[in-house]
């Protein structure tokens, strides 16, 4: 039997590699991103995984990246949504671009990344979307601007999709900061205890 697909979007040294090292013990990996280097390098590290150009901010790109998945790999059973990026300033530093672009990489890129996979999910009754976001969702800094708001449009698209999909035996998760090994807990998840969001903070962190 085929081992289950996990598809995660936003590969980096970082919570990206950590997540992609975890799943691969037991799921087939695609690892989206902007750049392929690292993808690549990572690819070849863990073995069964695959790496796809993708840009979390552009719909059309997102929509490719995953008709190639499935093409490739078969239907998703687990999206992990990792990209996001923003632009640290004032609200007298950033501009209504730098705002606009990192809402699109956390908050819209979530959305079509999520309505590649869920018609499959739906079909099978069974699924995961876990998303790991940012303390920024609960509260706005001087700096995070840009930020913030995104994060929190992210965690707030999470939460409504929770509502509509899990009566559908989907489990949709939100991880609040690090998490690579919750990532696959949540996953894992019988759905008669199934979490929403999970606080994942390492030690030390400055609250």
């Given at each position: 039997m085929a081992k289950p697909v996990c598809a995660i979007v936003g590969i980096g040294p970082g919570n990206g590699a950590a997540l992609a090292r975890r799943f691969a013990a037991d799921h087939r990996v695609a690892l989206l991103s902007?750049?392929?280097?690292?993808?690549?390098?990572?690819?070849?590290?863990?073995?069964?995984?695959?790496?796809?150009?993708?840009?979390?901010?552009d719909v059309p790109s997102i929509e490719l990246a995953?008709?190639?998945v499935v093409g490739d790999l078969g239907d998703v059973d687990t999206l992990v949504y990792n990209a996001g990026s923003?632009?640290?300033?004032?609200?007298?530093?950033?501009?209504?671009?730098?705002f606009e672009a990192s809402w699109r990489v956390n908050a819209l890129g979530l959305l079509a990344a999520s309505q590649r996979v869920i018609p499959a999910m739906k079909a099978k009754g069974s699924g995961n979307i876990v998303v790991i976001g940012a303390t920024a969702s609960r509260r706005g800094?001087?700096?995070?601007?840009?930020?913030?708001?995104?994060k929190a449009a992210q965690r707030s698209l999470c939460e409504a999709m929770a509502?509509?999909?899990w009566p559908l035996g989907i489990h949709v998760s939100l991880i609040i900061i690090?998490?690579?090994?919750t990532g696959h807990w949540l996953a894992h998840q019988p759905r008669s205890?199934?979490?929403?969001?999970?606080?994942?903070?390492?030690?030390?962190?400055?609250?």
């Open positions: 902007r750049s392929a280097d690292f993808s690549t390098a990572l690819v070849n590290e863990i073995g069964d995984a695959r790496a796809y150009p993708c840009d979390a901010s995953f008709d190639q923003g632009s640290w300033g004032t609200v007298e530093d950033i501009s209504p671009a730098q800094a001087a700096r995070t601007t840009a930020f913030a708001p995104a509502k509509h999909l690090d998490g690579g090994e205890a199934w979490s929403f969001e999970v606080e994942a903070r390492p030690f030390g962190e400055r609250w």
